[in-house]
C-alpha cells in the first residue's frame, strides 16, 4: 500500500500491514465528546487466520491518547480518522491496559481487535 492509498471500505478487507508504515501517525477517533487525537504505538499481527476460509491474520491496533479523563468516552464501536488513509468505520476499540514501552510517554492506551 503507498503513503497516500486509501483504506478498504469494508473492515473485513483490512490487514494489519495496511497499518504498520503509520506507526507513530495521529488518528482521530470519533466519540460523542468530539475527535479524540490519538497516536498509533503498535501494530501487532497474528501468525495465522483464525477461522476456516480466510486469509486474514487477526491483527490489533494499539494507540495511545494524551493523559486526561477518559470516563465518559467509553469502549464500544466507532470511526476511527487518518489523514492520508481515510476513515476506518465501526472499529471495535476500548481503553486498556497493556506493557506500555517508555518512548509512548504517558497516556491512555487503546486497543482496536480485527478478527
Known sequence: MT????????LY??????????VGDVFWLETVQ???EMRLV?????AAPLFHGTD???????FN????DYSKTEGGMANLRHKK?????????APCVADRHPSWGPGQLWAA???
Request: hydrophobic residues 40%; glycine residues 12%.
Open 85 to 93: 488513509l481515510g476513515l476506518v468505520q465501526g472499529a471495535y476499540i
Open 56 to 62: 486474514r491474520c487477526p491483527f490489533s491496533l494499539l
Open 34 to 36: 468530539g475527535p479524540l
Open 13 to 22: 478487507m483490512l490487514r494489519g500491514e495496511n497499518f504498520t508504515a503509520y
Open 42 to 46: 503498535d501494530v501487532k499481527i497474528g
Open 3 to 10: 503513503a497516500d492509498a486509501r483504506l478498504p471500505t469494508s
Open 113 to 115: 481487535t480485527f478478527t
Open 65 to 68: 491518547s494524551p493523559p486526561g
